[in-house]
């Protein structure tokens, strides 16, 4: 009839967008031209963690930056960990846990789910770098000296029994290593996490 014709004519004719939300390099992008927009700049380092912590709301992220902005013109990794609280969901949370006790079959199993559900594979290996970097730090340094949130700094104790500091080290280049090689085109991110967990 009439009214399905006009339905199918509007449907083919309108100009239709799907806003997918920002991801990976345009995402990061984003938040580089924000922070430049409003005077402001940040490390490559800094980017990361906050795409790491805050994710691709870009709301909630424009009001981070704000905050960091108005603490200090340049964002720094040491200003985000004390200002911004990390919005992590549960199945990120849960990986990084299987992964601090060694538990692979369920940190791969988690990472699959994360995938499938199209989530964002840097916010991923952020968080894994943000990880190992804390493990370091607590291996390194007495803990009264790491300004971390007690919580975290509880985990960190947990995990850290696990690992050597010479592991700690080897993993945390591995880590680095896949994010230039992600960056770069020269591997699948999932492929790249994969082989990274198994080998832990």
Same mark, same amino acid.
């Given at each position: 009839?009439?009214?399905?014709?006009?339905?199918?004519?509007?449907?083919? &004719?309108?100009?239709?967008?799907?806003?997918?939300?920002?991801?990976?390099?345009?995402?990061? %992008?984003?938040?580089?031209?924000?922070?430049?927009?409003?005077?402001?700049?940040?490390?490559?380092?800094?980017?990361?963690?906050?795409?790491?912590?805050?994710?691709?709301?870009?709301?909630?992220?424009?009001?981070?930056?704000?905050?960091?902005? &108005?603490?200090?013109?340049?964002?720094?990794?040491?200003?985000?960990?004390?200002?911004?609280?990390?919005?992590?969901?549960?199945?990120?949370?849960?990986?990084?846990?299987?992964?601090?006790?060694?538990?692979?079959?369920?940190?791969?199993?988690?990472?699959?789910?994360?995938?499938?559900?199209?989530?964002?594979?840097?916010?991923?290996?952020?968080?894994?770098?943000?990880?190992?970097?804390?493990?370091?730090?607590?291996?390194?340094?007495?803990?009264?000296?790491?300004?971390?949130?007690?919580?975290?700094?509880?985990?960190?104790?947990?995990?850290?029994?696990?690992?050597?500091?010479?592991?700690?080290?080897?993993?945390?280049?591995?880590?680095?290593?896949?994010?230039?090689?992600?960056? &770069?085109?020269?591997?699948?991110?999932? %492929?790249?996490?994969?082989?990274?967990?198994?080998?832990?």
């Amino acid at each position: 009839d009439s009214k399905n014709k006009l339905f199918e004519f509007l449907n083919k &004719s309108a100009d239709c967008q799907k806003f997918e939300p920002l991801q990976g390099t345009r995402l990061k %992008n984003w938040v580089r031209n924000y922070i430049f927009q409003n005077n402001g700049s940040a490390t490559t380092q800094a980017i990361d963690r906050l795409i790491a912590d805050v994710g691709n709301d870009l709301w909630h992220m424009s009001n981070e930056i704000n905050k960091l902005l &108005s603490f200090n013109r340049k964002i720094e990794v040491n200003n985000i960990e004390k200002l911004v609280n990390p919005e992590i969901d549960l199945n990120i949370f849960e990986i990084i846990d299987a992964l601090g006790f060694k538990n692979k079959k369920k940190a791969l199993r988690l990472v699959e789910v994360y995938f499938e559900k199209g989530e964002d594979e840097m916010r991923l290996l952020g968080m894994f770098i943000y990880q190992f970097r804390n493990l370091i730090r607590f291996k390194s340094a007495p803990a009264e000296k790491l300004n971390m949130h007690p919580f975290v700094l509880s985990k960190t104790r947990e995990e850290a029994k696990n690992f050597s500091f010479a592991e700690l080290k080897k993993i945390y280049y591995q880590l680095l290593t896949i994010d230039f090689e992600i960056k &770069s085109g020269k591997n699948n991110a999932l %492929n790249a996490l994969e082989l990274f967990i198994a080998g832990i």
